[in-house]
């Protein structure tokens, strides 16, 4: 694989920051309900709450994502890299100090506002990373790889959580988080596709001193307010082709899903089986060791053999089953079981990923890959409107009728849709090499 060195740097960063971010994941439904609502297994507020930051963080990505990748395309991605790592340290400091309920709401407000960053910067920019730095016809496989890092990240982190105590397990996570930010400002090679571009300077570059210097310095700062992709390019580029377009649909239906069982999955097995810290920390380990099998050995290896629409395909169906498994669980062994179901699962976000890389040509990459984590963070503010009322209400004594699990079944629903609106996807070839070799860039 090419610029192996640079890869490997890519995918320790990526693994620090997503160990950091997810050690946590295991203790947070604890600390909140600690919090807001002690010495109860069931809370509404902590549902909302959840539900509320996780709709305003998706609000905010819509806009940032988009964003980010276009401005990682003019200056080149380590610089737009150190901006969610760098915001992502400030959240788990405050619960590093006190997890007091006053020290939990500084957190909250403080996660919020961070989250539209952080939340899909770090791999938005690490997608288009890869794709400056690998073949078309090896990216499914370095695709798939990234995602097993995610994954083997997750597994590491989930399993310190279940050795460490609460009070030591957002020290860990801060530290981490520190020293992913300063080994990809080390040891990370910069990359621009727009070597040539008059906007290839610095962002935060100081004004010189003389008058044509800072008259030339505005002139550039104009251009780049003039060069932000609109609405309108961005809907453009999502219509450029049916293939591009049915993948953008599917990454929504996806992500409404990933969304909905992230948020809310903690919550209805704490209130069905009474699930504590080592219990969901069980439940995400299986489900990421899964994930890392599947991204690490069978994404590389079925990918050039199957093609990525037809591993979209089966990842979109399994996480329809793994759904619908949990919504009817009649033992607390069922959740374990279903979440074997990773191994397939997890082929589904990787697959759409490399599926819009390769329509797209090399300037659109960041873009793109901006485009689809925007559309993930619109599916996380509608997320918590469907699934936290539905939540609330049938984990609650006033339930319409006695379906716990009702809620967990409809977030199944949405991959369903997404595996019947994955069978209609053909690969064409790319429609914007030509293009590209004549106008450098889509929104310029």
Known sequence: ??????LMHLFV??????????????????????????????????IYLAGFQQAIAGLGSVVVMPLIGYLSDTYGRKVLLTI??????????????????????????????????????????ALSYLADNVSEGKRVSAFGLLSGVVSA???????????????????VAAVVAVVAAVYMRIFLEDTSTRQDDALDHP???????????????????TDLIKKIPLPKDIIRLLNSSVTVSLASFIAF????????????????????????????????????????????????????LLGEETLLCIGLFAGFLNMLLDSIAWSPWVPYGSALLGIFLFL???????????????????????????IASFANVIS????????????????????????????????????????????????SRDRARSEPCLLA
């Open 1 to 6: 694989m090419e610029n192996w060195k640079n």
């Open 13 to 46: 960063t990526v693994f620090l920051s997503y160990f950091a971010s997810l050690v946590v994941n295991p203790t947070i439904a604890d600390v909140t309900m600690e919090a807001v609502c002690p010495g109860k297994d069931e809370c509404s507020l902590a």
């Open 84 to 125: 969610p790592l760098t915001l992502s340290i400030f959240p788990l400091v405050i619960l590093a100090v006190r997890r007091t309920t006053e020290f939990f709401y500084v957190y909250y407000v403080l996660k919020t506002l961070t989250a539209m960053v952080t939340e899909g910067g770090v791999i938005c920019l």
């Open 153 to 171: 990240a997750t597994v590491c982190g989930t399993l310190a959580a279940r050795l460490l105590p609460t009070n030591r397990i957002f020290q």
């Open 203 to 221: 962002i935060l570059k100081p004004a010189a001193g003389t008058d044509h210097q800072t008259a030339e310095s505005a002139g550039k700062k």
């Open 253 to 304: 239906f996806n992500s409404l899903a990933e969304a909905g069982i992230q948020a809310f999955l903690m919550y209805y097995l704490k209130a069905r089986f009474h699930f504590q810290k080592d219990q969901f920390a069980d439940i995400w380990l299986i489900t990421y060791i899964a994930a890392t099998v599947s991204n690490m050995v069978l994404m590389p290896t079925l990918g050039p």
């Open 348 to 374: 589904a976000s990787p697959s759409i990923r490399c599926i819009m890389s390769k329509q797209v040509g090399p300037y659109e990459q960041g873009i793109a890959q901006g485009c689809l984590m925007g």
């Open 384 to 431: 918590p409107i469907i699934y936290s009322p539905l939540s609330a209400l049938f984990l609650s004594d006033g339930a319409p009728f006695n379906f716990p699990g009702f809620s967990m079944l409809c977030v199944g629903l949405a991959w369903l849709v997404g595996f019947i609106l994955s069978t209609m996807i053909k690969l064409q070839p790319l429609w």
